[in-house]
């Protein structure tokens, strides 16, 4: 694996060019024409972000009041999984990967990679549940998966450290899934390195680089940037950022389904009781494109529980949801 160098590399960017940087790894091929054939790693800061998952609801997962008075940007990512917060006592992760390994087995080799490298330092590290890499049983850092048509990209945090207040009060988690976890606030179930080690950034970052990368690093030059922030204007945009949903869903449901995960399902229903809008948010684990698979087959389908289950049929929804049942899923649009 090689890490991955910015011109600059002291510079702090905004989140958009590191989610577009990733998606430029993955294309493959550098500014210069030379391809990219080894897994690519690198680690980067932000100032005060909200990062949500690809089919959240921006209105009900972020306190976007909160947020636009204590200066925290917000931007949406392409993949899945729940709303993080982010700062500069924290360190964001991205691994890259031009493999056509399955999406689990590719998950649990970077998470038990990174736990493997806590574990070097003392911690006691595990790759844990469907997404989380915990610290003496609390979360230290979570990760979310997506496919490019030529590789697969896994991102998350390490909490380092981190302002808890604004953890707590810049994302509106789902009370649902606080009482599913036990748990009665966000900051009562995860934890930071600096609760268990007295590791700086600096040695940090030092160290994973030399761990976890054995090739040479990969350098890119100022036309990679430019390139890269071409891919990052996309990001900004309103209709990237806060979805396609004009007026409050007709009908919208939060539900934990034991093994499958935290469920937010929004759908309008026309007049002639038709499903015009379906969308499908929350914490659980993609193993593929769940908008073609799951939800496109949904668009016009009568808003009945035979509809929905003949629109469905053929489809397995646990190879798109990781612990998905389909009559779990109906349940979930029409109980």
Not at 136 to 146: I, L, P, R
Not at 186 to 211: A, E, Q
Not at 215 to 228: H, N, R, S, T, W
Not at 237 to 248: A, E, K, L, V, W
Request: charged share 25%.
């Amino acid at each position: 694996m090689r890490y991955v160098e910015l011109p600059y590399a002291s510079q702090v960017r905004e989140l958009p060019f590191y989610l577009a940087m990733e998606e430029y790894l993955a294309a493959g091929t550098l500014a210069d024409g030379s391809s990219i054939s080894s897994d690519c790693f690198f680690m980067w800061q932000v100032e005060p972000t909200v990062i949500f998952g690809r089919n959240q609801d921006a209105y009900a997962e972020v306190d976007m009041e909160y947020c636009r008075s204590h200066g925290i940007r917000f931007y949406r990512r392409k993949s899945g999984g729940g709303c993080v917060y982010a700062d500069m006592d924290n360190v964001m992760m991205s691994y890259i990967t031009h493999t056509s390994t399955p999406v689990a087995d590719t998950f649990s080799r970077y998470t038990s990679m990174v736990a493997e490298a806590l574990r070097g330092l003392g911690l006691d590290a595990t790759a844990s549940g469907r997404n989380d890499i915990e610290v003496e049983g609390m979360k230290v850092s979570g990760n979310a998966f997506y496919h490019t048509p030529r590789a697969a990209i896994v991102h998350g945090t390490m909490l380092i450290d981190t302002n808890m207040t604004h953890m707590a009060r810049a994302i509106t988690p789902s009370r649902a899934k606080l009482r599913a976890n036990g748990v009665a606030s966000v900051p009562s179930r995860i934890t930071t390195l600096r609760r268990h080690t007295d590791i700086t950034i600096p040695h940090f970052l030092s160290y994973m680089k030399r761990t976890l990368c054995k090739e040479p690093p990969l350098l890119l030059g100022e036309a990679d940037v430019e390139e890269i922030g071409r891919i990052a204007r996309s990001y900004y945009s309103d209709s990237r950022i806060f979805g396609r949903r004009s007026q409050r869903p007709s009908v919208e449901r939060r539900s934990h389904i034991d093994g499958a995960g935290q469920f937010h399902i929004q759908l309008n229903i026309d007049a002639d009781n038709r499903i015009e809008y379906v969308n499908l948010g929350g914490d659980f684990f993609l193993l593929a494109d769940m908008d073609s698979m799951l939800l496109r087959p949904l668009s016009g389908v009568d808003y009945s529980r035979d509809s929905i289950g003949s629109a469905l049929e053929g489809v397995d929804t646990a190879r798109v949801i990781r612990g998905l049942q389909t009559n779990d899923f109906i349940n979930l649009i029409i109980p």
